[in-house]
């Protein structure tokens, strides 16, 4: 059995990974599971526990990091973001291909980590960065602090963008989906 592949989907918060990774888990042809991270932030109203994230104390975060079971982790604005080895893996062994909604530093440090030719990478692009920050708004879940470092984080973020496979822009969801679709499929026949 051929190990499934590791998908990477990165960018700047706001330019609305959740929403490309639902729309291409929709594809069950791709036959996708979705690598749900550790966080120690709070759960955001329409968030679903072991669905967009699995929401721990920092301890238990710390007892991960000290058993090296994150492919990557990061703190940012005050809490701590994890990708745990084990899960993403188990999935890949099964040939199963893993989905993975990550910031950029974290994608960063996955794909210094995993270096088999079964690893294909996106880096969603928004507009504009007037586009990036109106998403951001329309969250109404930060402070003004919180956005304006979000959007300086972005800006930083978008000057990594060539180091991803795929840049794909984000100015219509179906199109970019389908982009990235189509993308996967050519990289699963390869």
């Known amino acids: 059995m051929k190990k499934g592949l590791l998908i990477i989907l990165s960018g700047p918060s706001g330019v609305g990974k959740g929403t490309i990774r639902r729309y291409i888990m929709d594809n069950f042809d791709l036959k996708l599971a979705y690598?749900?991270?550790?966080?120690?932030?709070?759960?955001?109203?329409?968030?679903?526990?072991?669905?967009?994230?699995?929401?721990?104390?920092?301890?238990e975060f710390d007892r991960n990091i000290a058993e090296n079971n994150f492919l990557e982790w990061e703190e940012f604005v005050?809490?701590?973001?994890?990708?745990?080895?084990?899960?993403?893996?188990?999935?890949?062994?099964?040939?199963?291909?893993?989905?993975?909604?990550?910031?950029?530093?974290?994608?960063?440090e996955v794909m210094s980590k995993v270096t088999d030719d079964r690893v294909i990478s996106f880096f969603l692009m928004p507009p504009t960065i007037q586009a990036l920050e109106s998403r951001i708004r329309r969250r109404k879940t930060e402070s003004e602090e919180v956005i304006?470092?979000?959007?300086?984080?972005?800006?930083?973020?978008?000057?990594?963008?060539?180091?991803?496979?795929?840049?794909?822009?984000?100015?219509d969801v179906a199109r970019a989906s389908r982009e990235i679709v189509d993308l996967i499929n050519a990289k699963l026949k390869s």
């Open 35 to 59: 690598s749900i991270s550790m966080t120690t932030r709070q759960k955001r109203e329409k968030e679903v526990e072991g669905v967009d994230y699995y929401f721990v104390t920092n301890e």
């Open 78 to 108: 005050g809490n701590r973001y994890g990708t745990p080895k084990d899960k993403v893996e188990e999935q890949r062994k099964k040939g199963v291909n893993v989905l993975l909604e990550i910031e950029v530093n974290g994608a960063a």
């Open 148 to 171: 304006q470092a979000r959007l300086q984080k972005g800006l930083s973020e978008m000057s990594k963008s060539d180091q991803y496979d795929h840049v794909i822009l984000n100015d």
